[in-house]
């Protein structure tokens, strides 16, 4: 065999390697991307492991709590949230309130500044439902148009 066919054919090596490599940092990178996807799953299966309670989102659509373009909550959106706060009275666990999409505002409110007075609302209503101040946790508002033109939805996620 030829000495300098077999020093060619050792300098190759490193391609394959590092192509190996590439291809293996490839292919952990799509698995952290498909399983990202189920991240809110996987965490809830976790926490049910360990003594925790799994928890899905509550959601509940704006128009159902407050009177239409206010923050003002109607006698029913109490009755609502007063169900809520009784339902996560006697844990310890923390309750992230959040909110998704935008109602069209009216004369005070812009659909932005409503959301942000719906979502403050809220809070206080839990509040004063029995829901201790340290146990909320106010969650920036997402300011994208609901899904499918739902408007905007209060998210409420025990355990986070």
């Known amino acids: ?10 300098r190759g090596r490193w391609a394959i390697s590092f192509a190996d490599l590439l291809l293996l940092l490839l292919g952990f990178f799509v698995m952290l991307q498909a ?6 799953a996987m965490l809830a299966q976790v926490r049910q492991q360990f003594g925790g309670h799994a928890s899905s989102p509550m959601e509940i659509h704006a ?13 029913q959106g ?6 809520v706060a009784d339902r996560f009275a006697l844990g310890r666990e923390r309750l992230e309130v959040s909110s998704r999409g935008t109602d069209a505002g009216h004369q005070r409110f ?13 809070a206080r209503a839990l509040k004063a439902e029995g829901i201790g101040g340290d146990r909320l ?6 300011q994208l148009d609901g899904e499918g033109g739902k408007g905007q939805v209060i998210l409420i996620v025990a355990g986070r």
């Open 1 to 10: 065999m030829n000495i300098s066919a077999l020093a060619g054919a050792r």
């Open 35 to 40: 399983s990202g996807q189920r991240r809110d």
């Open 63 to 75: 128009a159902e709590l407050f009177l239409p373009g206010e923050a003002l909550l109607t006698q």
């Open 78 to 83: 109490r009755k609502r949230l007063k169900i």
């Open 110 to 122: 812009d659909g932005w500044d409503l959301s942000a007075a719906r979502l403050g609302a809220v």
């Open 137 to 142: 946790v106010l969650r920036g508002l997402d």
